[in-house]
């Protein structure tokens, strides 16, 4: 998906929503867990709910690993199961020498079809180029990550600046904005005016509202930009918000109440 497409669909459904498929077999509703499919019946029914609220999903593969083979399937039909119209990211946090790199692309955007697959930067070069070299896919550098431990590596000095910083300018200048995006977690608000001048034309995938606690008020108002530059992901807050037989209707609401409220957030047009 181009960068086109992608802020096409923000701007005619008026969000910038990612819907997190954390599919977690000990979170799901009791009636579906006796499902011979129940991870792949369980999203099914997340995405019919929420599809209309939301411009992306998210698979983060732990979820799905978990599970070896059967967890793997589910994780493939899920993905062939999502309109074209919603934007795909794997959640894998790859990244290798290149010649392993290579493997990870072709998995996930070959023998998968996802748009976009999240990537450990602190290889380098090599590790990153080989998912940059796809037309129309985007790679997912995590920049500045929402949980405690950023504070172990993340914000420690690096030369002038946090080592966030550098490896938010150097991962820039391999990629553009139209294929490359940063992982910025919403729990770090007081960053994101910073971020922004350091990445100032990219896409950011912002996990950590909801469960975690972020809020959509502040990382909308210090970091969008005239085409949104924003896919804010909530996963727990949406696909449990309710455990009971109405699950999905509930996450549909959940979707709709975040979708709403990002409609107020964006700049009229394009
Ligand atoms: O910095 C990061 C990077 C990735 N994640 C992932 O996003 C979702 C968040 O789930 P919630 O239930 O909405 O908290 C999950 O898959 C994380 O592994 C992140 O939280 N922070």
Redesign the pocket.
Known sequence: MTRQQLTEQIFSKGTYLCV?L?TDLTKIPVHLRQHPDALFEFNRQIIDATKNYCVSY?I?TAFYEAYGVKGWEAMERTVAYIPKTHFTIA?AKRGDIGNTSTQYARAFFEAMDFDAI?VAPYMGEDSVRPFLEYAHKWTIV?GL???AGAKDFELQQAGEGFLYEKVLTTVGSWGNPDNLMF?V?ATQADAFANIRKLAPQNFYLV??????GGSLADISREAMISDCGLLV?????VIYASTAEDFAVQAGAAAQTYAAEMRSYLPAKA
Do not use: E, I, W
């Open positions: 997190g954390d998210k983060n959640d999240t995590l990550t929402s949980n992982v977690g996990p950590g509202v909801g469960a975690q992901n909530a996963s727990r807050a």
